[in-house]
């Protein structure tokens, strides 16, 4: 049975001394739960990861990184690469999250450029995947999600698959506060699922972890983490306050 992944993605949010405080709240919380059945990340800005990995060693939450470059050294300005997130013992990082792809114009195929940097560094990349609001009113997100799928992990070996979390995250939900139906989350998810299971076969499928991400909150999470496909979520806004993120924690080992 695959288990829950609930991951907070801080963004470019929190002094220091806030991104300590919240560290330090979530972790205690956490450690309280039984998280045997749910794996609990935290994605902070780069320059607060050595703190919040120090902050969680030994216990039940883990480090995300929220991007990478995809080259793994060199004169890249102000950027940071998959082996040094390795060396610091991180563990996730966030690929393709549709802030990068708007903002920062990221490719599908830089995005598969920088899943591949991440794997050969040992880090699981969580891909983000999802449609912008006209792409779903023209009926193109299956189509849309397919071949964001398809142009960034379709190259991968079944043995490197294996290493990836999707996260489905359709743009117009993210930090809008427009959630997407527990049966939008669980309609698209089957569909990324039942695509894996044709590219990596129905095994492959069934290991994948498929998280939703999209205003999902404290108030949301349950119904949306008890579809049966999906396995938990990438949490933006309400991961930043540790009580409500916790208690999204809290849905997922409930629903487990
Ligand atoms: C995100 O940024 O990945 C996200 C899901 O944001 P929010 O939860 O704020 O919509």
């Known amino acids: 049975m695959r288990t829950k992944l609930v991951a907070g993605n801080w963004k470019m949010n929190k002094t220091f001394q806030e991104a300590e405080d919240l ?7 956490v450690e309280k739960l039984n998280t045997a059945n749910v794996e609990v990340i935290l994605c902070p800005p780069s320059p607060y990861l050595e703190m919040v990995l120090d902050l969680t060693d030994e216990t039940h939450v883990a480090v995300g990184a929220q991007n990478i470059n995809e080259h793994e050294f060199g004169a890249y300005t102000g950027e940071i690469s998959a082996p040094m997130l390795s060396s610091m013992e991180v563990e996730y990082c966030i690929v393709g999250h549709s802030e990068r792809r708007k903002f920062f114009a990221e490719s599908d195929e830089v ?3 920088k899943v591949n940097s991440a794997l050969r560094s040992a ?3 969580i891909f983000c995947c999802g449609e912008l609001l006209p792409e779903r009113e023209a009926g193109n997100h299956f189509k849309v999600v397919k071949s964001q799928i398809e142009k960034a992990l379709y190259h991968l070996e079944e043995k490197a698959f294996r290493n990836v979390v999707i996260a489905y995250e359709p743009v117009w939900a993210i930090g809008t506060g427009v959630t997407a139906t527990p049966a939008q989350a669980q309609e698209m998810h089957a569909f990324i699922r039942q695509l894996i299971t044709s590219k990596y076969g129905e095994m492959v ?6 998280l939703y991400g999209g205003s999902c909150n404290a108030a949301n999470a349950f119904e949306l983490f008890s579809q049966a496909d999906v396995d938990g979520g990438l949490i933006g806004g309400a991961s930043l306050k540790a009580e409500e993120f916790v208690e999204i924690v809290s849905s997922a080992i409930n629903c487990s």
Do not use: G
């Open 23 to 29: 560290t330090a709240k979530i972790t205690e919380a």
């Open 111 to 113: 995005l598969a450029l």
């Open 123 to 125: 880090i699981a990349p």
């Open 205 to 210: 499928a069934q290991d994948t972890l498929i």
